[in-house]
C-alpha cells in the first residue's frame, strides 16, 4: 500500500489508517528492524535505536533496565499513569518468507553461539506500534493529561525480560502505572482487524525436566536391572491422567511431553532417561496441582519399580523460566474495547477465545496490590490471503514459522490506532 503525499496529508487529518504524521518512516523502521533482529538478552543495537527516537520525541529516557531494557517517561500534568509495553527479541529462526527485507542476520545467543535471527513472532510490528503511538501521543499531548510510561522489554521469548525489569525497579525507580497496556499480533487474523480476550487470555507456562534413574546393564538380562525407559514411559502415559482425572472439566490444562532421550545402544539398558515437558494453565491452582501431582507420580513410580533411595527421578521445575499467565482485566477491557471500537470501527473489533501460548506481559500486572492489565490481538495477515484459507481449509503460517511475513502497513497503522485511542481514552482530560 503506497499513498502519495496528497493522500497522506488527507489521511492524517480525516482517518485512523492515519496513525502517524511520518508513516512511511514507520514502515521504514519496521523494515529495518525485520532485517536486523536480535536475540534474547542481546538487543543492544535495538534497544539503542528505538532509546534514541524516544528522546527524540522528548520522552526522559532511561536505558539498561533489566538488561537491556528501555523505561520512556512522559509527564503531562495531573492524571493517571499509563504504561505501554513492547518487546524486542527475535528467535532463533532461519527465515523463508522470501520478502525483500527477509532478515539474513546469524547473531551470537546468551551463550555466545551463533545462531540464526529472525522476527518470526512479529515483535518487529510491536516495536514499530510501539513508537508511532508515542509520535502521536506527543502530538496530541494537548488532548490528554496524565503521565505515560513507554517501555521496551527484552527477553519476551525466555519468559525473563518482565521479570528482569520488574527486579531491576521499574515500579519503584519510575512512576508506577495505574493500567498496563500491550499488544501482540496475531497470524489468523486479518489485518485492520483487533481481537479482545475479557479475563484469561494467554496461559501459565512452566518448563519441567525429569531425570528418571535405573540400574543399566544387559539387554538379555533384564532382570538384573532397573530400566529407566520403561519406567519413563509409564511415566508419560501416567501423566496423562493428571489433566483427565486430577483437574476440574470446568478448569484448562495442558502437558506435554516434547522430548524424552535415553539409552544409546540396541543391547544394553541404560542407566538414565531424561524427560522435558511443557505445562500450560490460567489459574494458580491448577498450576501448582499439576507441578505437584507430576513430583507425586514420578516419586510413586520410582518406588513401585524397586529404586534405591539414591536412585529416585529428580524433578526439576525451572521456574526461573515461568511465564505467569496475562489476565485481562475484564472492567479495562470493556473500556478499551470501546474505545478501540469508536475508532477503527467495531466491526473491526472481535470478541476473541484465550489461547495457551504463553506471553510475561502478565507479569506486570501481578505486582502486590495488582494492577489492571489488557493486551489485545493485532491481526497481521492479508484478509484476501485469510478469506482465502478459510474457504480452502487451510493453515495459515503461525507465529514463530519461518514464513510469517506480516501484511505490515495495515497492521502497524491499525495497532497505532487501536493503542493511541486506548491510551487516550484512559488519560482523557476530566
Not at 529472525?118 to 503511538?133: E, K, N, P, S
Not at 483487533?194 to 484469561?200: E, K, L, Q, R, S
Not at 520410582?302 to 496475562?326: C, H, N, S
Not at 492489565?373 to 491481526?379: E, V, Y
Request: aromatic share 6%; hydrophobic share 40%; glycine share 8%.
Amino acid at each position: 500500500m503506497h499513498f502519495s503525499k496528497k493522500i497522506v496529508a488527507i489521511l492524517l487529518a480525516t482517518s485512523f489508517l492515519s496513525t502517524s504524521a511520518h508513516a512511511e518512516d514507520l514502515n521504514e523502521l519496521y523494515r529495518y528492524l525485520h532485517a536486523n533482529p536480535e536475540l534474547s538478552l542481546m538487543e543492544v543495537k535495538t534497544a539503542s535505536l528505538l532509546a534514541g527516537k524516544l528522546k527524540d520525541l522528548g520522552f526522559e529516557v532511561t536505558e539498561k533496565v533489566g538488561g537491556n531494557g528501555v523505561v520512556a517517561v512522559m509527564e503531562n500534568g495531573e492524571g493517571p499513569t499509563v504504561m505501554i509495553r513492547a518487546d524486542m527479541d527475535g528467535l532463533p529462526v532461519v527465515e523463508q518468507t522470501g520478502v525483500s527485507y527477509a532478515s539474513t542476520a546469524v547473531e551470537p545467543n546468551r551463550d555466545g553461539i551463533e545462531k540464526p535471527a529472525m522476527h518470526a513472532c512479529g515483535h518487529d510490528i510491536h516495536m514499530t506500534v510501539q513508537i508511532g503511538t508515542a509520535e502521536r501521543l506527543v502530538a496530541e499531548k494537548a488532548n490528554w493529561s496524565g503521565t505515560l510510561v513507554m517501555i521496551l522489554q527484552p527477553a519476551e521469548e525466555l519468559g525473563l525480560g518482565a521479570g528482569m525489569m520488574l527486579e531491576d525497579g521499574l515500579f519503584s525507580r519510575f512512576p508506577r502505572p495505574d493500567y498496563n497496556l500491550a499488544l501482540h499480533d496475531n497470524a489468523a487474523m486479518a489485518a485492520g482487524t483487533v481481537g479482545i480476550v475479557p479475563g484469561y487470555a494467554l496461559a501459565n507456562v512452566d518448563s519441567v525436566d525429569i531425570t528418571v534413574r535405573g540400574l543399566g546393564g544387559h539387554g538379555a538380562y533384564p532382570h538384573t536391572t532397573k530400566d529407566p525407559i520403561v519406567l519413563a514411559s509409564q511415566m508419560v502415559v501416567a501423566f496423562q491422567t493428571i489433566v483427565s482425572r486430577e483437574t476440574s472439566p470446568l478448569d484448562s490444562a495442558v502437558l506435554t511431553v516434547g522430548s524424552i532421550h535415553g539409552g544409546y545402544k540396541h543391547n544394553v539398558i541404560s542407566d538414565e532417561v531424561k524427560l522435558q515437558l511443557t505445562l500450560r494453565s490460567y489459574k494458580d491452582a491448577v498450576r501448582m496441582n499439576t507441578i505437584n501431582s507430576i513430583k507425586r507420580i514420578a516419586d510413586g513410580l520410582g518406588r513401585a519399580a524397586g529404586l534405591p533411595d539414591d536412585k529416585m527421578p529428580i524433578v526439576t521445575v525451572r521456574d526461573a523460566e515461568f511465564t505467569p499467565a496475562t489476565y485481562n482485566d475484564p472492567e479495562l477491557a470493556t473500556t478499551v474495547k470501546l474505545a478501540i471500537s469508536a475508532e477503527i470501527g467495531a466491526e473491526n473489533v472481535k470478541d476473541m477465545e484465550p489461547v495457551m501460548g504463553g506471553e510475561d506481559f502478565g507479569a506486570f500486572g501481578r505486582v502486590d496490590p495488582k494492577i489492571p492489565s489488557f493486551l489485545f490481538w493485532l491481526g497481521a495477515v492479508d484478509p484476501e490471503v485469510v478469506t482465502a484459507a478459510q474457504k480452502n481449509d487451510t493453515t495459515l503460517p503461525s507465529l514463530h514459522s519461518p514464513f510469517f511475513a506480516p501484511d505490515y502497513e495495515p497492521t502497524i497503522e491499525t495497532g497505532v490506532a487501536a493503542m493511541t485511542a486506548a491510551a487516550l481514552d484512559l488519560l482523557k482530560k476530566e
